[in-house]
C-alpha cells in the first residue's frame, strides 16, 4: 500500500478502507463492520478506517475522487482500487470473498 502522501502505514498486501460520513453513529456502525471484515480475513490484511472529512481519509478520498459515502475500497499495493462499494455497503463476508479472489486465500 502506498498513498505515500498519507500518514497511514504501509503493509504489503490489498487493504481495505472504510470511510464514514462524519456521523457518530455510522462511525460506530462502520466499527463493528470493519472488525467483522478483519475477523474473515488474513491476519495481514488491513482495514484502515477513515473519515472524508479530515486527515488522512480527505487526503484519500480527493486522491481517488469519492463523492459517496459510507464507502469501502479495496486498494492494491500500486494504489489502484480493485474493489469499490459506496452508499449501500456489502456485507463483510463479500468483502473478504473479494480479498480472497485477490490474495489467493481463503480465511
Known amino acids: 500500500m502506498g498513498l505515500e502522501f498519507t500518514n497511514i502505514p504501509d503493509r504489503s498486501g490489498p487493504a481495505v478502507y472504510i470511510f464514514g460520513d462524519g456521523t457518530t453513529q455510522t462511525e460506530l456502525r462502520l466499527t463493528a463492520y470493519g472488525k467483522e471484515i478483519d475477523a474473515l480475513t488474513p491476519d495481514e490484511t488491513q482495514v484502515v478506517f477513515l473519515d472524508p472529512q479530515r486527515g488522512d481519509g480527505l487526503e484519500v478520498k480527493e486522491f481517488y475522487a469519492l463523492l459517496s459515502f459510507p464507502c469501502v475500497l479495496i486498494v492494491m499495493d500500486d494504489d489502484t482500487i480493485n474493489q469499490q462499494w459506496s452508499g449501500s455497503l456489502p456485507q463483510a463476508d463479500q ?5 480472497s479472489q485477490v490474495t489467493g486465500s481463503m480465511h
Open 95 to 99: 468483502v473478504s470473498y473479494a480479498l
